[in-house]
T-cell receptor
């Protein structure tokens, strides 16, 4: 079945550091891939998405590229800020199937 | 983007009582809504798919008599935890896809409901 494997946390970085959170998936067919973010005390928000191979999703300085050959969708940001502290979830869904399969989440803490 | 609300945001109840959680799509209609459960420091587990006008579809291992779902209208789904026990304490989250814009149905999440059963 479909699954998402995500880098275990927690991750602690200094402000302005480079961030990578790894995510790989297994799926039948051609899934759409997502990164969701959950800020403290809030619900999940879509951070970025990619719906086909080689697509790059980007938002708020974050990027992730849909790599079919490595079945990966790693999240990156060149210079993190304290306000990026949150839990990040990688997820997938197959076209026509609205069910989201989530990774375990990665808690990110940025220290000044 | 579209907005999904949940009520209440936090509830504490005694063991054996039932608790109802509401999920509303505020500015769009949702024929389908999803209910998730999130354990501390864990991922979201899909519990069931709520279907307007028909029965909910439960994921394997989720007790449908324990977690009653009613999708009464195109903007409201309710989850009732019946005869709650301490092990039902968790963070419950709903989501709804907004199908208005494109072939890709982005899902919007409610802020969640923290249930504590004493």
């Amino acid at each position: 079945g479909n699954s998402v494997t995500q880098m275990e946390g927690p991750v602690t970085l200094s402000e302005e550091a480079f961030l990578t959170i790894n995510c790989t998936y297994t799926a039948t067919g051609y899934p759409s891939l997502f990164w969701y973010v959950q800020y403290p005390g809030e619900g999940l928000q879509l951070l970025l998405k990619a719906t086909k191979a080689d697509d790059k999703g980007s938002n708020k300085g974050f990027e992730a590229t849909y790599r079919k050959e490595t079945t990966s969708f790693h999240l990156e940001k060149g210079s993190v800020q304290v306000s990026d502290s949150a839990v990040y979830f990688c997820a997938q869904t197959n076209f026509g199937n609205e069910k989201l399969t989530f990774g375990t989440g990665t808690r990110l803490t940025i220290i000044p | 983007g579209a907005v999904v609300s949940q009520h209440p945001s936090r509830v504490i109840c005694k063991s054996g009582t039932s608790v109802k959680i509401e999920c509303r799509s505020l500015d769009f209609q949702a024929t389908t809504m999803f209910w998730y459960r999130q354990f501390p420091k864990k991922s979201l587990m899909l519990m069931a798919t709520s279907n307007e006008g028909s029965k909910a579809t439960y994921e394997q291992g989720v007790e449908k008599d324990k977690f009653l779902i009613n999708h009464a209208s195109l903007t409201l789904s309710t989850l009732t935890v019946t005869s709650a026990h301490p092990e039902d304490s968790s963070f419950y989250i709903c989501s709804a896809p907004d199908k208005r814009e494109s072939s890709y149905n982005e899902q919007f999440f409610g802020p969640g409901t923290r249930l504590t059963v004493l």
